[in-house]
């Protein structure tokens, strides 16, 4: 009669071995999937929270540059700013020439702008921060 043979010690560590050879690293890297698509699907949460609130303030701030946009194309606003800035005046007003030296703001440049101020027949100089209306008022008026 023929013995059955036992396996021998070194084939049962082999196929083990092998198992866990191939099955770690897979459970290795689907772990690692998993995890990183989680991680990728949080970041991508948190991005559009800020990108929505970012939408949420830019609207508002549309919203009160239209509102801005509006007042100053208006006629009262232009009026203010011809006034204001350029000195003019409606036919029937009579302008109104302050004479006296202003506060003074920086000690240095207050005696230059007093003599300025006290002449009324002299030029007044232009603002250095010119604005768009400022531009054509000038261009229409030939300043």
Same mark, same amino acid.
């Given at each position: 009669?023929?013995?059955?043979?036992?396996?021998?010690?070194?084939?049962?560590? /082999?196929?083990?071995?092998?198992?866990?050879?191939?099955?770690?690293?897979?459970?290795?890297?689907?772990?690692?999937?998993? #995890?990183? @698509?989680?991680?990728?699907?949080?970041?991508?949460?948190?991005?559009?929270?800020?990108?929505?609130? %970012?939408? #949420?303030?830019? @609207? =508002? =701030?549309? /919203?009160?540059?239209?509102?801005?946009?509006?007042? +100053?194309?208006? %006629?009262?606003?232009?009026?203010? +700013?011809?006034? =204001?800035?350029?000195?003019? +005046?409606?036919?029937?007003?009579?302008?109104?020439?302050?004479?006296?030296?202003?506060?003074?703001?920086?000690?240095?440049?207050?005696? =230059? @702008?007093?003599? +300025?101020?006290?002449? *009324?027949?002299?030029?007044?100089?232009? *603002?250095?921060?010119?604005?768009?209306?400022?531009? /054509?008022? %000038?261009?229409?008026?030939?300043?």
């Amino acid at each position: 009669m023929a013995k059955a043979a036992a396996p021998s010690t070194s084939s049962a560590l /082999i196929i083990p071995g092998l198992l866990l050879l191939f099955v770690l690293p897979l459970l290795g890297y689907s772990g690692y999937t998993v #995890a990183d @698509r989680w991680y990728q699907g949080y970041r991508l949460t948190r991005e559009e929270m800020s990108v929505r609130a %970012d939408i #949420a303030r830019l @609207r =508002e =701030e549309n /919203i009160r540059l239209q509102a801005e946009l509006k007042d +100053v194309r208006g %006629d009262a606003y232009i009026e203010g +700013v011809a006034r =204001e800035q350029l000195g003019l +005046v409606k036919p029937g007003d009579r302008a109104i020439v302050i004479v006296g030296p202003p506060p003074p703001a920086n000690p240095a440049a207050a005696p =230059e @702008r007093a003599s +300025v101020r006290n002449d *009324p027949n002299a030029e007044r100089p232009a *603002p250095s921060d010119a604005g768009g209306w400022q531009k /054509i008022l %000038d261009a229409i008026f030939g300043r």
